[in-house]
């Protein structure tokens, strides 16, 4: 197989090319390329490269990932696209004005230059970061996990999509109303700020919180699994995942309509609330139950092994699960049914029958009788009658 020559292979370009593709050819260097005036997309990606020549000022995107880039050259005005990642990086250039993606996660970076306006989506993730920029208002997506962060600068309203976790942050600041998506977990939370209205995902499990605030009516996944919480809040109607498990709950909330998955393994449960018509999927396992709701018809998933009710139904089969269940269930209702007889006929007696006829059977309510009857138009009889 002939060696390719990049010398041979760029000379016999012509200028007017507006692509060039030079990615997994074991390049080590790349000879200068402003003579292409043209040129919008550069692949350079999977070489060898430790820099690049110099940007001519017409190129759009950079794909220069995976090498062994230790610096960038300047970037040229009109660079719309740049992705940086899986190299040596220690800096990065100034970011020019019309620049829109960034990708510069898995390098060495300490820190950034400032965002330039119109950036939408920033990939920093898997640096040695301990503090961001502030955040220019058209980004829309922060991916900056698996850094050292210990705080977050304030949300730009735009921003939709954060991925801050596996850091150490100790705070949240306060989330902007069009964010939709928080991944915070796997970092020191202690508690997290009041849930914007549009948030639809939220991941703060791993953290040591002890109350989560009340969940905003569009959230549809809750993961606040691995964490110190001893109760959860209402659930909106919307929520469709719910993951607790690995924590300190004794019982939880009534399980709103829509819910779909229910993981609450792990936890001091002693009781599970009436399960909703669409939940399909219920962990239950290593808690305190010793019994089961009545199974719904749509649940397809269910581990409940490792609680008192498993050594009694003894099965992993649903149908033979919810039989035993229904007979369990009459056996309790007869149960307490004729444990409590005795107390029940005494509470009917001494709290509404004994009041009743002690009202209506007391000489003061025949004397009440005699006395409206001022005129003397009744018999006594009849009075005596309706006094009987």
């Not at 606040?224 to 909330?253: D, F, H, I, M």
């Not at 819910?259 to 609330?273: G, Y």
């Not at 004994?354 to 007391?362: D, G, Q, V």
């Amino acid at each position: 197989m002939t060696e390719f020559c990049i010398e041979t292979y760029i000379n016999g370009l012509p200028e007017n090319i507006d692509i060039i593709k030079v990615n997994g050819r074991q390049l080590n260097y790349l000879p200068d390329l402003t003579r292409f005036k043209n040129l919008k997309e550069l692949y350079c990606y999977n070489n060898q490269l430790t820099e690049l020549p110099t940007l001519n000022e017409n190129l759009q995107e950079l794909h220069c990932y995976n090498n062994q880039l230790v610096v960038l050259p300047s970037l040229n005005s009109n660079l719309q696209k740049l992705f940086c990642h899986n190299n040596q990086l220690v800096v990065l250039p100034s970011l020019n004005s019309n620049l829109q993606i960034l990708h510069c996660y898995n390098n060495q970076l300490v820190v950034l230059p400032s965002l330039n306006t119109n950036l939408d989506t920033l990939c920093c993730n898997n640096n040695q970061l301990v503090v961001l920029p502030s955040l220019n208002e058209n980004l829309q997506k922060l991916y900056c996990y698996n850094n050292q962060l210990v705080v977050l600068p304030s949300l730009n309203e735009n921003l939709q999509k954060l991925y801050c976790y596996n850091n150490q942050l100790v705070v949240l600041p306060s989330l902007n109303e069009n964010l939709q998506i928080l991944h915070c977990y796997n970092n020191q939370l202690v508690v997290l700020p009041s849930l914007n209205t549009n948030l639809d995902t939220l991941c703060c499990n791993n953290n040591h919180l002890t109350l989560i605030p009340s969940l905003n009516e569009n959230l549809k996944v809750l993961n606040c699994s691995n964490s110190q919480l001893v109760a959860l809040p209402s659930l909106n109607s919307n929520l469709q995942e719910l993951y607790c498990y690995n924590s300190q709950l004794t019982s939880l909330p009534s399980l709103n309509e829509n819910l779909h998955v229910l993981f609450c393994n792990n936890n001091q449960l002693t009781f599970l609330p009436t399960l909703n018509v669409n939940l399909r999927k219920l962990h239950c396992q290593h808690n305190q139950l010793a019994s089961l709701p009545t199974l719904n018809v749509n649940l397809q998933e269910l581990y409940y092994n490792n609680n008192l009710i498993y050594e009694i139904i003894d099965s992993n089969n649903l149908f033979i699960i919810n039989n035993k269940l229904q007979i369990l269930h009459k056996f309790c209702n007869l149960y307490y049914c004729l444990k409590f007889k005795t107390q029940f006929r005494d509470f009917l007696w001494k709290k509404i029958r004994e009041p009743k006829i002690m009202k209506k059977y007391h000489p003061s309510y025949l004397n009440k009788l005699l006395i409206d009857d001022v005129e003397g138009t009744e018999d006594l009889d009849m009075v005596l009658n309706s006094w009987l």
